[in-house]
């Protein structure tokens, strides 16, 4: 694997040993103790490199946060996946967990509790994400709890059930707060037809099912799509199902996620959002994820502080600060306010690094999932196309490494400078199909008038991406 990580990089996982969840508020006895055992971390960095034995410090660690979470005693301490010794468990662990590509970050080792993680497969089984999390070192996860392609799914298995659990509780993961399922792409709760909506509406309420029996509080999906009808009417019947379905259900949150597109997609104006939960009877059961990619696509930014404290004052003030649960961490391929919904890698997109750090420093979202969805496809030395896990586990580090970067530093300045190049190939080829169709659309708009609005408001968005 090439090096992608900084110096800074560097430090952070070497300063981080394997993964304890840790309570976000530790006692400041505890802190100090961290605090300590940071420092001298610090000292002796050189032989820290990336492969970190068990110090004594690392115990005190241990120690400390079983005290304060008055952990069962017969969990396995931390994971160690340098030692090679097979998770303790029923279910049958996948062995991507032997050789992690980075080592979980203990959370207070950061200066704010953020917890970052990805999109994992849960092929096989949801109890494998566990481990694929883990594989990355992710301290939140997301995952589909079953085929997003199909409408017919077998029912969960019990064994999936019983390995999710015991492996996140092994893993120390709080998967009532850390964990955050996507929902399935065919499902459309704003979908008049009758069928069709009992359909969706199945789907849906097995979803929640699915969450609460393997523990999980969260729920992430996309509202939903008019299909040409009214916006009212499709809000309409999106409360009218999630109200059915919290009283089918009994803890999960239902989280709606904020959408890039334009035209029938509700979701990518923050009233749209507003309007939901306004409908929905229980409020304590509804919340919002905001994808950084979607919400940039969509017109509102982030990248500049001033804009960044913009945008969230809007959602605070249109939506409520109350329902923000969640996060989808994306960059974006695609210019501001474009409605297209295209991933890029952290800090090589249209948002930038400055964006990230502006989330990453929000004091506000701390103990929230943080989710990248990412790209992550890379080519092979054959030309073919594959799945580099690598590059989520350099970006949650580098995420993590925001928490308190000067962006005025030249540390700072480097590493944007640097993934702003490894973009602009991406940027361009994305800016000029952004252009190409909205002097399409003037022209559409205006055909016999000289003079198309070429920086007008582009319509719908080609739906030749992915949405995620
Ligand atoms: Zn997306
Ligand atoms: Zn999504």
Not at 124 to 146: D, P, Q, R
Not at 199 to 206: C, E, H, I, P
Request: proline share 4%.
């Amino acid at each position: 694997m090439p090096p992608r990580q900084s110096s800074r990089l560097k430090k952070v996982i070497a300063d981080t040993t394997a993964n304890i969840s840790a309570p976000a508020n530790g006692t400041s006895k505890a802190k100090a103790i961290k605090s300590k055992i940071a420092e001298e971390d610090d000292k002796d960095e050189s032989s820290a490199a990336v492969e970190e034995p068990k110090s004594s410090k690392k115990r005190k660690a241990d120690k400390i946060e079983d005290e304060e979470e008055d952990q069962a005693e017969d969990e396995p301490v931390a994971e160690k996946p340098k030692d090679g010794k097979k998770p303790k468990t029923a279910a049958k662990a996948n062995t991507e967990d032997l050789m992690a590509l980075a080592k979980r970050t203990i959370i207070d080792t950061l200066k704010k509790s953020m917890y970052i993680g990805a999109h994992v497969s849960s092929a096989g089984g949801v109890h494998n994400s566990v481990n694929n999390a883990v594989h990355i070192g992710a301290n939140a996860f997301a995952l589909f709890l079953k085929s997003q392609r199909k409408w017919a799914n077998p029912p969960i298995a019990p064994e999936a059930v019983d390995g999710f659990r015991s492996l996140s509780k092994q893993h120390k993961f709080e998967v009532h707060k850390h964990c955050l399922p996507h929902g399935s792409y065919l499902v459309n709760l704003a979908q008049a037809e009758k069928e069709k909506a009992d359909q969706a509406y199945s789907s849906f309420l097995d979803d929640l099912q699915r969450c609460e029996s393997l523990g999980i509080k969260l729920y992430n999906f996309h509202p939903g799509n008019t299909n040409g009808d009214s916006r009212s009417a499709a809000i309409g019947r999106i409360a009218t199902q999630l109200n059915k379905a919290h009283k089918a259900t009994s803890t999960v949150i239902t989280v709606l996620e904020n959408m890039a597109g334009q035209g029938n997609v509700i979701g990518s104006k923050f009233e749209d959002l507003r309007d939901i939960i306004e409908l929905v009877e229980d409020k304590s059961r509804v919340g919002v994820c905001i994808d950084t990619c979607h919400a940039f696509a969509a017109g509102y930014d982030l990248r500049a502080p001033e804009a960044f404290e913009d945008t969230m004052s809007k959602f605070n003030s249109i939506v409520g600060a109350e329902y923000l649960k969640a996060f989808h961490i994306n960059d974006s391929k695609a210019p501001f306010a474009s409605h297209r919904d295209v991933h890029a890698n952290i800090g090589t997109g249209f948002l930038g690094l400055r964006a990230f750090h502006n989330v990453m420093n929000h004091a506000a979202f701390q103990g929230m999932p943080m989710v990248l969805e990412t790209p992550i496809d890379r080519k092979g030395p054959d030309g073919k196309s594959v799945e580099d896990k690598q590059v989520w586990a350099d970006e949650i580090k580098l995420l993590e490494s925001l928490i308190g970067m000067d962006p005025e530093s030249d540390e700072f300045k480097a590493l944007d400078n640097r993934l702003q190049a490894e973009g602009a190939s991406e940027r361009s080829k994305i800016q000029d199909q952004v252009d190409r169709k909205s002097a399409k659309d003037a022209k559409k708009a205006a055909p016999k008038k000289a003079a198309p609005k070429k920086r007008g408001k582009k319509k719908a968005a080609a739906s030749d991406e992915e949405s995620e």
